[in-house]
């Protein structure tokens, strides 16, 4: 019913930055929260950043200041904006998206995940 596709991601050296971009399509009547997760290996999938239709985000601890989420509404889009990489930040990062339909159900959807690694 409604696809989440990710592009942006890659390898890059520490330090330097990469964009994540993720667009909704399909039965989509209004999309509310939209944002990322990330998961390492051997460790949970863990939050990034959020943000409303309205725009208030929530970041992350372990990313304030490096990362920001946007959307346009437009769109149906979110990126992250990923500046000062680190290592750690090497992981999966998946978008999500919690969705009302035509039916006017609301669901959670999941992008397949972009791959980013930092390394020099």
């Known amino acids: 019913q409604v696809q989440l596709v990710e592009s942006g991601g890659g390898l890059v050296q520490p330090g330097g930055s990469l964009r994540l971009s993720c667009v909704a399509s399909?039965?989509?009547?209004?999309?509310?929260?939209m944002g990322w997760y990330r998961q390492a290996p051997g460790k949970q999938r863990e939050l990034v950043a959020s943000?409303?239709?309205?725009?208030?985000?929530n970041d992350a601890d372990s990313v304030k200041g490096r990362f920001t989420i946007s959307r346009d509404n437009a769109k149906n889009t979110v990126y992250l904006q990923m500046n000062s990489l680190k290592p750690e930040d090497t992981a999966v990062y998946y978008c999500y998206a919690r969705v009302m339909v035509f039916s006017k159900r609301e669901y959670d959807y999941w992008g397949q995940g972009t791959q980013v690694t930092v390394s020099s």
């Open positions: 943000i409303t239709r309205d725009g208030i985000t």
């Open positions: 399909g039965s989509i009547f209004i999309i509310y929260d």
